[in-house]
T-cell receptor, first 115, second 110 residues
Framework: GAVVSQHPSRVICKSGTSVKIECRSL??????MFWYRQFPKQSLMLMAT?????????EQGVEKDKFLINHASLTLSTLTVTSAHPEDSSFYICSARQIDSYEQYFGPGTRLTVT | EDQVTQSPEALRLQEGESSSLNCSYTVSGLRGLFWYRQDPGKGPEFLFTLYSAGEEKEKERLKATLTKKESFLHITAPKPEDSATYLCATTTGRNYQLIWGAGTKLIIKP
């Protein structure tokens, strides 16, 4: 149980284009979903927290107009990187929390490369 | 300030050599202590949640314990496939966000 999927697992895009990453909780309802970014050999960095049906809360320094987050249902959240630039290249990971639990279950991650 | 510190940063063991990883925490109002395993290029894999001092949980060669100030992840007779980065995290419940340690990179040599 508690499986989270992400799609795509890898994506390469050209500078200036937008990319959408999907995060799905497959066997539970995710009251809250989180989006993280991780650079090589570094810790997870929380980008934003989203609750179903509400606007996402972004961490300090994360541009909300660049990283658009939608959590329209209890099983799906999306992260759209708009007007991507090479410095946006990174490993993006989502996690999900079910109601009445503090545990977070993570997706397998999405490797974004912007050329 | 809420904080989680893991030690050592890296640990190299021979196959079969048991050891422990440490996670020290200072948080106000602990709502859970979590252990994850992360392999390169993958998202963290949930291992354990501990809620109160004295609690222990086991899974295969791993055993997690919790005191009022720290948690240990004991690994018994490890195998090369146990090589990974082990992450510890806590939460105070605020926004359900996790407070992460920097992780311990475990390498098991055959």
């Amino acid at each position: 149980g508690a499986v989270v999927s992400q799609h795509p697992s890898r994506v390469i895009c050209k500078s200036g284009t937008s990319v959408k990453i999907e995060c799905r909780s497959l066997d539970f309802q995710a009251t809250t979903m989180f989006w993280y970014r991780q650079f090589p050999k570094q810790s997870l960095m929380l980008m934003a927290t989203s609750n179903e049906g509400s606007k996402a809360t972004y961490e300090q320094g994360v541009e909300k107009d660049k990283f658009l987050i939608n959590h329209a249902s209890l099983t799906l959240s999306t992260l759209t990187v708009t007007s991507a630039h090479p410095e946006d290249s990174s490993f993006y990971i989502c996690s999900a929390r079910q109601i009445d639990s503090y545990e977070q279950y993570f997706g397998p991650g999405t490797r974004l490369t912007v050329t | 300030e809420d904080q989680v510190t893991q030690s050592p940063e890296a640990l190299r063991l021979q196959e079969g050599e048991s050891s422990s990883l440490n996670c020290s925490y200072t948080v106000s109002g602990l709502r859970g202590l979590f252990w994850y395993r992360q392999d390169p290029g993958k998202g963290p894999e949930f291992l354990f949640t501990l809620y109160s001092a004295g609690e222990e949980k086991e899974k295969e060669r791993l055993k997690a314990t919790l005191t009022k100030k720290e948690s240990f992840l004991h690994i018994t007779a490890p195998k090369p496939e146990d090589s990974a980065t082990y992450l510890c995290a806590t939460t105070t419940g605020r926004n359900y966000q996790l407070i992460w340690g920097a992780g311990t990179k475990l390498i098991i040599k055959p």
